[in-house]
């Protein structure tokens, strides 16, 4: 057999396999077993919510799926199951900004690789951060502004400190990158989680904090947290009359989202056939409805898109890790 009918039934023999693994796939979904989509974190917050919430939206074109919280680990525990299941569309989780794009420089070891190992499906949601005081605190300083915050800090060398979840969590990086462009310093301290963090914000523990909007919007309504600066590129719409912090340094944007990966050899039809399915879900006035009432915004995109976002987030996030000096052994 001469070299060149070697290569032709090479070639036919791999699309036979590449047809074969997408015919499986595609029979696996079609065959009536209900969708697993993991959620790399314990029930009850919101990217539990909003999947949730979604699962129930695409049951008329999906089927059953059945949503399985698989936390620890800063949600690598999660994350690694699914880019270990079998590539047949039955099994999908949540990517978010910790699992696939902090973690991968925040860990010593990782047990996936966060570029390879996931297809993306969609982005779901985005949630802006919010510089926030406690309230009764900037009223004694006298800061109503970010530039106030900055001009104390300058005035006044080594006074300021600030909470997060932890180190190398979002408050804490996001800490860093707000330090790093107004040129001042502040104290990071970590505390066991954001709720015990936003508990010493209320308490006057610490003097600001870099929290999630969806959690600190309840006591800045209430008056206990003063509002500075979104960390999102644009003003939300939730917050009207704070501005972004892009505002004061051009292109600060540090945002919270999630969205819907696969493993990595799940074949393009079956991504495409989930990718419709919560694209449309994600569109759904209900959907955005509520949502909102978590004040996360929906953001549906494209497979591509979400692969390129995650990519983007993940060099992002390499220099501000490093700037920060966190690690995980």
């Known amino acids: 057999m001469n070299r060149r009918n070697i290569l ?10 590449a047809f074969s693994l997408s015919s499986t796939a595609a029979f696996a979904q079609d065959s009536g077993q209900p969708i697993r989509l993991v959620v790399p974190y314990a029930p009850g917050g919101p990217i ?39 590539p047949d569309g039955l099994t999908i989780g949540i990517a978010a900004t910790a699992t696939h794009a902090v973690n991968p420089w925040l860990y010593a070891r990782m047990p996936y690789d966060a570029g390879k ?12 951060n919010v510089l926030v005081m406690n309230a009764a605190k900037a009223e004694q ?21 600030y909470g997060s979840g932890g180190n190398g969590s979002a408050g804490h990086l996001a800490g860093e990158m707000f330090k790093q462009k107004a040129g001042i310093y502040a104290l990071h301290i970590p505390y066991r989680g954001a709720n015990p963090a936003q508990l010493a914000l209320l308490a006057g523990e610490v003097d600001f904090n870099i929290d ?68 449309a879900a994600l569109n759904a006035p ?44």
């Open 8 to 17: 032709s039934l090479a070639s036919a023999a791999a699309t036979a396999a």
């Open 48 to 86: 539990d919510v909003t999947a949730r919430a979604l699962a129930e939206r695409v049951r008329d074109s999906l089927g059953t799926v059945i949503i399985e919280n698989k936390g620890g680990a800063g949600g690598n525990i999660g994350a690694d199951y699914v880019a270990k299941a079998a």
């Open 117 to 128: 190992d996931f297809a993306g499906i969609t982005q779901m949601v985005r949630v802006p």
């Open 141 to 161: 300083l006298k800061i109503n502004t970010v530039a106030d915050l900055i001009a104390y800090a300058k005035a006044n060398p080594a006074k300021l400190n």
């Open 212 to 279: 999630n909007l969806a959690a600190a919007a309840p006591n800045i309504r209430a008056g206990k947290l003063k509002a500075l600066a979104v960390t999102s590129l644009d003003a939300s719409p939730s917050l009207p009359g704070v501005p972004p912090l892009s505002a004061s340094f051009k292109g600060f944007s540090i945002d919270t989202w999630w969205g819907l990966v696969a493993p990595a050899a799940t074949p393009k039809p079956v991504i495409e056939k989930l990718n419709k399915a919560f694209v």
């Open 286 to 329: 209900e959907t955005k409805t509520r949502f909102g009432a978590l004040l996360a915004e929906p953001v549906p995109t494209t497979p591509q898109q979400f692969d390129s976002f995650m990519a983007a987030e993940r060099a992002k996030y390499q220099q501000v890790v490093k700037a920060s000096g966190a690690k995980v052994d």
